[in-house]
Nanobody, 127 residues
Framework: QVQLVESGGGSVQTGGSLRLSCAAS??????MGWFRQAPGKQREGVAA????????VYADSVKGRFTISQDNVKNTMYLEMNDLKVEDTAMYYC??????????????????????WGQGTQVTVST
């Protein structure tokens, strides 16, 4: 089981930026993703990245504003968030899985496709 630790959350005003990090305890994963959950809402996928190919997948709500990246030497994934909106407020979680195989790329943003989860980091965007 991979241990994941998120960092970088905080409070910003609309239009601001934050960079989240997710450090993995080892390299035994093939895909990682960022998810978020607002109070009273279901957890939703934000972005995912494949460790070997570097291929990325984004939710439509964050395309053009968020960028997912990774440093495989450090076993760390990042989420650069720009032009933040109030609706981006949520607890952000990183997750990983040891297989990259999926029936379709859209499934990369499904929480059920991941096995290991971090504790989360809060992002709050206010006007």
């Amino acid at each position: 089981q991979v241990q994941l630790v998120e960092s970088g959350g905080g409070s910003v005003q609309t239009g601001g930026s934050l960079r989240l990090s997710c450090a993995a305890s080892d390299s035994h994963y093939r895909r990682m993703g960022w998810f978020r959950q607002a109070p009273g809402k279901q957890r939703e996928g934000v972005a995912a990245i494949y460790r070997v190919s570097g291929r990325t997948v984004y939710a439509d709500s964050v395309k053009g504003r968020f960028t997912i990246s990774q440093d495989n030497v450090k076993n760390t994934m990042y989420l650069e968030m720009n032009d933040l909106k109030v609706e981006d407020t949520a607890m952000y979680y990183c997750a990983s899985v040891s297989t990259s195989a999926l029936s379709s790329s859209s499934r990369a943003l499904l929480p059920s496709e991941y096995t290991d989860w971090g504790q989360g980091t809060q992002v709050t965007v206010s006007t």
